[in-house]
Structure formats: structure tokens, C-alpha cells
């Protein structure tokens, strides 16, 4: 019996079973089955080498995956944004390998790959699914796209398959902290109440993973789930953007009712609508901000910025000029939203903020 057979036949058995306290302890000891073999399928075979156009050398300041059944409008949506031509055409399929495109914005290269399209099954390695997956579990936002005229369908799957793949979208990291220890059995505590699992339910699903001693310490009232995933910890999680294409084939009613959903953006790549809007709303998920450098007695250089993420410090910035920079700094100066006053002489630990300027002092 194949992996594929095992996983299929407890995904069935967990749809058989009724939720309640009589069977929780055999669902979440399912679960746990369920991550383990998901977990097998996604380690490479040994003997099959490496998919042809798929190391995507990463580059640029951030890099953003582009999913989405085949025949969404990735490869025009890819056309308009960078200057990478995909292959588009009006049947399914198009694209068969990745391929890299580059976003400029506000002075960031964003490195935006357009996956082929995922098609059902992706997951158990269907198409060219497991290394699509290898590639978006590398990107900083995953843009899913959608039609539009069928998204709902088509969002619920996709959600399905990145989810069995350890990818979790818009969810933070379960807080709980898991270590595995020599000796000493299971060390047990909560510091809230817990409604999803109980001790035992712990113990089971971790011997499945054959761990007989461990500290365990729930900080919030986490699910069986959210507990499999810390213990496996190869999970990423991910903002998503879901932008639904094609919008100008259905009635204004229902544009407002998607553009309404959290993380939906609304976009027409044909005729051209709200693409100004998703690469706005695409800056604040990637958390970048632009830093303006000055040298002494000139003005700010506004037209080379350096892309920096988010509360990132000026120890940070000085790493990105040079590297040897840190061991000479004296102090900085810093104008902008992040001082109390301009200029603001500052050190290595303070937050800079969206365009502000730095002019760095060296001993």
C-alpha cells in the first residue's frame, strides 16, 4: 500500500468520523498519522535529480510567489508588472516551468516567479506539484489568483493543498513552546485554559512521533492541529494576498463582495483595473521600507534607496553599505518620522522607519 493509498484512506476515515469528546483522541492521533506521511511524500526521492527551470536564484529585496489554477491570468498579470514576457495563451497549461520576473517599485526590485499553474493533487506530487511548492515555501507573500467568475471553488482547494504541504497562510505561529528532552517523561503545563487538548491527547499524538519525553508549555488555547505542526516545525507561515482577476465579468454586487474579504484585492489584468492598488497593498505585505543615505555637508541621495524590512535598525543599516561598517560608527543622524526632532543623533539599536535619511559618523 503506497503512501498516497494511506493518506487518502485516513483523510477518509477523519470525514467518517463525528466530532465529540468520544472520538477526540482517535482524530487527533489521525492527524498526527496524517502530517507524518504528508511529511514522507514531501521529502525528494533520492533518485530523481532536480526539475529542469526550477532553482530560481533568489534576488532583489523580497520575493513574492505567484499561484493559481492554470488559466487565471498569471502570466499576462506577469507581463504588466515586470518586464519578463510569460507565455499566455486563451487554453490551459501554458506554463511549464518558472519563471522569474522583477517588480520595480518605490526603488525595490521585487522578485515575482510565476508557478505553473497548481492543479489538484499538487501536493502528492502530481504535475510538477512538489516543486512548485519547494519554490513558494521560499517566497515572502504568496499571491494566489483567482477568477473571479469560479474563485470560491478554486481559492477552498488551493488552501487545501498548500495547507498539507506545511504552508500556512495569514496564520501566526502556534505559541507553544516544545522541547524534546533525554529523559524525565512529559512535562505538561498550560498558561491558559484549554478547550482542544487535554494531556493525554498530547501524549498520544506525541508517541506517534515515537517522543516518550518532552516539555510542552501551551501559552494559548491552541488545536490538535496547531500542536502536530510545532512538533514537525517545518511549517511556514505566510501572508497571502488573494487578488481576483477578471472582475469585469460579474456584476458590481459581487466586485464589492470579494474587494470586501480580508486580504482580497479585485483586479482586471484585462482591461487593466486596480493594478496600482495591489502593488500598494503587495508593499505593505512585504513589510519593506526605503532608507535615503547622506553624506556630510551634501544633500540626501533620494535617488538610490536602500530597501530594508520593516523595524529594521540602524546596526542593520550599516551591514547593508558595509560590512566593516558596524566596527568604525561612531553615531548617526537621522532625519524623519522615526527621531523626536531632526536631525537626531542616534546609535546602533535605533528603529528606522519609511524614508528616512541616515548620515552615518565613523570614529
Not at 95 to 109: F, H, M, S
Request: hydrophobic share 40%; glycine share 8%.
Amino acid at each position: 500500500m503506497g503512501i498516497t493509498d494511506k493518506i487518502s484512506e485516513i483523510e477518509r476515515e477523519i470525514s467518517r468520523t463525528q466530532k465529540n469528546k468520544a472520538t477526540e483522541y482517535h482524530l487527533g492521533l489521525l492527524k498526527a498519522k496524517l502530517a507524518k506521511y504528508r511529511a514522507q511524500l514531501l521529502e525528494p526521492s533520492k533518485a530523481g535529480g532536480k526539475g529542469e527551470g526550477f532553482d530560481v536564484m533568489k534576488s532583489g529585496d523580497a520575493r513574492v510567489a505567484l499561484i493559481g489554477f492554470p488559466s487565471v491570468g498569471k502570466s499576462t498579470f506577469l507581463s504588466l508588472m515586470t518586464s519578463t514576457a510569460s507565455e499566455a495563451a486563451s487554453y490551459e497549461f501554458t506554463t511549464l516551468t518558472c519563471i522569474p520576473g522583477v517588480i520595480e517599485y518605490k526603488g525595490a526590485n521585487i522578485q515575482l516567479l510565476d508557478l505553473p499553474g497548481i492543479i489538484e493533487g499538487a501536493a502528492q506530487g502530481k504535475g510538477r506539484g512538489r516543486q512548485v511548492i519547494a519554490v513558494a515555501r521560499t517566497a515572502d507573500v504568496v499571491i494566489m489568483m483567482l477568477d473571479a467568475t469560479k474563485g470560491e471553488v478554486q481559492r477552498s482547494l488551493l488552501e487545501k493543498e498548500l495547507e498539507s504541504v506545511g504552508i500556512r497562510l495569514n496564520m501566526a505561529k502556534p505559541n507553544i513552546y516544545f522541547k524534546p528532552k533525554k529523559g524525565g517523561g512529559l512535562s505538561y503545563n498550560s498558561t491558559v485554559p484549554l478547550t482542544h487538548c487535554s494531556e493525554k491527547l498530547v501524549q498520544l499524538i506525541l508517541h506517534e512521533y515515537k517522543i516518550f519525553n518532552a516539555e510542552v508549555l501551551f501559552r494559548e488555547d491552541s488545536t490538535p492541529d496547531e500542536f502536530i505542526d510545532v512538533i514537525v516545525g517545518n511549517r511556514v507561515y505566510m501572508p497571502c494576498l488573494y487578488v481576483y482577476n477578471k472582475v469585469d465579468q460579474i456584476s458590481i454586487e459581487e466586485v464589492d463582495r470579494l474587494a470586501r474579504r480580508p486580504n482580497s484585492v479585485v483586479i482586471s489584468c484585462g482591461m487593466k483595473l486596480n493594478l496600482d492598488y495591489l502593488l500598494e497593498t503587495l508593499w505593505e505585505y512585504l513589510a519593506l521600507i526605503c532608507i535615503y543615505t547622506k553624506k556630510r555637508g551634501e544633500r540626501p541621495d533620494f535617488g538610490d534607496a536602500i530597501i530594508m524590512r520593516r523595524a529594521a535598525s540602524v546596526e542593520h543599516v550599516c551591514h547593508r553599505i558595509h560590512r566593516t561598517l558596524v566596527g568604525q560608527f561612531k553615531y548617526a543622524l537621522v532625519w524623519g518620522t522615526s527621531t523626536k526632532y531632526s536631525p537626531q543623533r542616534v546609535g546602533l539599536t535605533h528603529i528606522m522607519e519609511h524614508e528616512d535619511v541616515i548620515q552615518i559618523v565613523k570614529k
